[in-house]
């Protein structure tokens, strides 16, 4: 079955980075695109990026653009976003999900908190 | 960017009521509109994929209709593993983007 376990996420101060991985098992990774959804503490969902499956094609959110950036690597299966330049308003579990041929997230990780905080 | 306005923010429902959410997309968005269920705590599961397609096992009480800008979710006869918080998905566009939530409450 689809799983997609998501790592990376901890406490950072304001202005630095961190990277999130996200393994993905249980299908044809390098025949999918990926995306990161992220959910501030008592908020709604934000879309945060998709990258094509071939890591062709990227795409993403306006308040993360020029900052985050997402990537893959077919050889591993796993999914990235490094995050550059954090913010407190950056702080959210981060989700990262198994695209459906452009039509939408059909799996989900459990989710990853970044806390920016000094 | 296509802004998705989901109403109502919250709603208090009785377990058998008949349930609606509606989502109206700032631009026609044809058919791709997708619902997402969440629990507290959990990641979202997806219900509806192309605005009325129910996903595989998802039960038949929830069914979703609409085109264009205005779509709805429809739950026949709200039962109690349904209390959670749904929310809509436009991907006709980049970037892509969720309605505010809407939060299904026990009356």
């Known amino acids: 079955q689809v799983q997609l376990v998501e790592s990376g996420g901890g406490v950072v101060q304001p202005g630095t980075s961190l990277r999130l991985s996200c393994a993905a098992s249980g299908f044809i990774f390098n025949s999918y695109g990926m995306h990161w959804v992220r959910q501030a503490p008592g908020k709604g969902l934000e879309w945060v990026a998709l990258i094509w499956y071939d890591g062709n094609y990227k795409y993403y959110g306006d308040s993360v653009k020029g900052r985050f950036t997402i990537s893959r690597d077919n050889s591993k299966n796993t999914l990235y976003l490094q995050m550059n330049s954090l913010r407190a308003e950056d702080t959210a579990v981060y989700y990262c999900?198994?695209?459906?041929?452009?039509?939408?997230?059909?799996?989900w990780g459990q989710g990853t908190l970044v806390t920016v905080s000094s | 960017d296509i802004q998705m306005t989901q109403s109502p923010s919250s709603l208090s429902a009785s377990v058998g009521d008949r349930v609606t959410i509606t989502c109206r997309a700032s631009?026609?968005?044809?058919?791709?509109l997708g619902w997402y269920q969440q629990k507290p705590g959990k990641a979202p599961k997806r219900l509806i994929s192309a605005t009325s397609s129910l996903q595989s096992g998802v039960p038949s009480r929830f069914s979703g209709s609409g085109s264009g800008t205005e779509f709805t979710l429809t739950i026949s006869s709200l039962q109690p593993e349904d209390f959670a918080t749904y929310y809509c998905l436009q991907h006709n566009s980049y970037p892509w983007t969720f309605g505010q939530g809407t939060k299904v409450e026990i009356k």
């Open positions: 631009q026609g968005i044809r058919n791709e």
């Open positions: 999900g198994k695209d459906y041929y452009d039509s939408g997230i059909d799996y």
